[in-house]
């Protein structure tokens, strides 16, 4: 039975105030999706968990973003209307099914959510996935606010089984989390149809995908008139003769900004209504196209003849707000007036670097890393804090499961000039490690893969994976034995150690590090957010003892804070907050001196 409690069922139409999340998670439900996938990823991770506890569905985690997808594709070539949610990253780990099931099409409704991350505020890049719509010759949708996540959803849906085709619904941070009011309606009762043999249209070897191919650019030319007609692309009269084509979050932007300007508001941006375009620009002196990230709009507009300009006053970089807006409008000479400052006034705050939790398992791993000199190359996860200062104890991070490659890689072709060590979460290494790992047993690289096993996809919010034993909507499963796991792919010297015990640590990363073969070392203790703390008791500084030596303070526990006594050297104690301290002990493993750092008595 589920462990999750359920959201009770809406009977009549309200409004409710929602994020774009959970606005898409509502039109999903309303549209009669019964199956949806993902793998969390922010800022995507929401419109599942929600989705999960609304009844009459069925709502799972997927290893990754590929599964996730493939899993959506049986679901809705069996004819149940079909949701994959990932971030943009996830979709070039999803691209391989997206690619050919674009030449298949879809039975039910398929629609593939792409949270994108403007900023960069949880994500190693800015990729703009309008482009991955276009690549894939697919149809996208871009909300610009909660209520419109929610209807794009149900419109995207019936493209989908109009066209049958998966559809794009391409949100960004601010759209997922941001709240606005939504109107709801009651929920149908899911269908499905079935699945039906039809190995021409579904089985792609050549002979087959060059006739899909052909029902691909025929089903693009449909699309493109739809995309000229449809509501969601429009004309939004103003006073003047400057024009602004705008989409998504930047619409309100720009309406912000400029609330009487005429407006070409884009919701279907692949393909991009050229046409309509056209007709407006044709009413007014000046084209502005304002847009986050890369011209994709723009290059589109121009290479149609439609004279216009965008990047050349708003930057490619990061999010875009109001004032951004406004400064770019006021150079191109359009404003005479610049907009109110978002943060008027200078504001002295505290600087807060982030730092893995107090109690966190990892930190012991990198501070014993940190002392070997070891090179290390990291991943995905908030482990990837091991980076930054004090430990300073990670040395690359590129995408899910890199690090045991590059690891292998760098010690292939260097040798062992210094201990090499690839370090990744156990949600991450189910993701996309395990070949990884099997590459390096394969090739023999004699390299150590650290697995810390926090049992959680701690950096999106403790969710379940596939070594938990729980499903995301609260049901008990298998949990991958990761041990066994790493010996049936070949790992002979495989070692579970207790990241709380800091000299143990310290000489099995020697030992696996010098063994001259693949060994994988795993941590066994969990993330110190989700289950209960290690001890109830908290640790304190004897003050009297302290030798203001700094060696705790080096381990970047937030728990640990300088303060105003100093020693007869003029060097500054520390103490230790008890409120947020989880007695890990690391502290009081590094500490050179006996019986400074003590539980609380």
Known sequence: MSKIKKLPEIKEPTRMLMSGNEGIALGAREAGVYFASAYPGTPSTEIMETFARLPGIIAQWAPNEKVAFETGIGAA???????????????????????????????????????????????QNE????????????????????????????????????????????????????????????????????????????VMVPQFAKIRHHEVELRTERLKLYSEETAINHAEPGKGKVGIVTGSISYHHVREVMPNAPVFKIGMSNPLPIEAIRTFAG?????????????????????????????????????????IVAEGLRIAGVLDWQAPKLHPG?????????????????????????????????DIGCYTLGALKPLNALHTCICMGASIGMASGVQKVEGSKRPVVGIIGDSTFLHSGITGLLGAVYNKAPVTIIILDNRATAMTGGQQHPATGHTLQGEETTAVNLVELCKVLGVKNVCEIDAYDYEETLKVIKETTSSGETSVVITNRPCMLYPVKKKPEPLEVKLDICNGCGACIRIGCPSIRLIDETTDKGLQKVAIDPDTCTGCELCAHVCPLDECILPVK
């Open 77 to 123: 070539l069996a004819g149940a209307r079909t949701m994959v949610c990932m971030k943009h990253v996830g979709v070039n780990v999803a691209m391989d099914p997206l690619m050919t099931f674009a030449y298949t099409g879809t039975i039910a409704g398929f629609v593939l959510i792409s949270a994108d991350d403007p900023e960069m505020h949880s994500s």
């Open 127 to 202: 990729q703009d996935n309008r482009y991955l719509a276009r690549f894939a010759k697919i149809p996208m949708l871009e909300p610009s606010d909660s209520q419109e996540a929610h209807d794009f959803f149900k419109l995207a849906i019936q493209i989908s089984e109009e066209f049958e085709t998966p559809v794009m619904l391409r949100i960004t941070t601010r759209i997922s989390h941001a709240k606005g009011i939504v109107d709801l309606v009651p929920w149908p009762v899911p269908q499905v149809s079935g699945f039906k043999k039809d190995p021409d249209r579904f």
């Open 283 to 323: 009413t007014v002196d000046e084209l502005f196209v304002v847009e986050e990230l890369d011209p994709f709009y723009e290059e589109q507009i121009l290479a149609a003849g439609i004279k216009c300009e965008g990047k050349k006053y708003f930057p490619c970089e990061g999010e875009l707000n109001p004032n």
């Open 346 to 378: 200078e504001v002295d705050v505290i600087p807060r670097p982030p730092v893995l939790c107090s109690g966190c398992p990892h930190r012991t791993v990198f501070t014993a890393l940190k002392k070997m000199k070891a090179d290390v190359f990291g």
